[in-house]
């Protein structure tokens, strides 16, 4: 009984957690300045670095090409957070899968590697081959978040000026 009443609450608390980290997702974006091209261009930035397989150097790469590409830098910062400890492996075996299809290599991989560092220890022409795979899965993604970042911001600010 006592073992019941523990699962459900951590299954309870899990789900809050979860209502949470959405909640403050969505805070964060509001908080947002500039208008919603430049917000949507940072979150699309971010979005697609996080899904390229350089993990460690995510935010400094998406705040640099948001930069250059004059995005929000606070928005690409939030949009690396797309990979997770959940999404990172799905998005390894995706850019690693993709890369060696179209350099038409193989070699074996190990969901271990979770970072570039990692990566390079296997060799430059894998490294490469996840780095270009990595880079052709995140382009969909980033699309998608720009015109949703876009539209949530437009619909929000619209909804401050009119009163809602």
């Not at 947002?32 to 150097?57: E, N, Q, R």
């Not at 250059?68 to 690396?80: E, N, Q």
Request: proline content about 4%; aromatic content about 10%; some cysteine.
């Amino acid at each position: 009984m006592q073992e019941a009443k523990k699962q459900h609450s951590s299954k309870q608390s899990g789900r809050l957690l979860q209502k949470y980290n959405i909640r403050e997702f969505f805070e964060r974006v509001k908080k947002l300045h500039g208008d919603p091209h430049y917000v949507a261009m940072g979150m699309a930035i971010g979005v697609f670095i996080s899904i390229t397989p350089t993990m460690p150097f995510h935010t400094v790469i998406a705040i640099a090409l948001a930069l250059v590409l004059r995005g929000s830098k606070a928005a690409a910062a939030i949009g690396v957070w797309f990979c997770n400890p959940i999404t990172a492996p799905l998005f390894y075996l995706g850019s690693y899968k993709t890369g060696m299809f179209i350099f038409g290599h193989s070699a074996p991989f190990d969901i271990k590697y979770e970072s570039v560092l990692e990566l390079i220890k296997l060799g430059m022409d894998v490294t490469m081959a996840m780095i270009a795979g990595g880079i052709i899965l995140g382009i969909l993604p980033g699309i998608a978040a720009y015109f949703i970042t876009r539209k949530i911001i437009t619909t929000i600010r619209s909804r401050r000026t009119t009163g809602m």
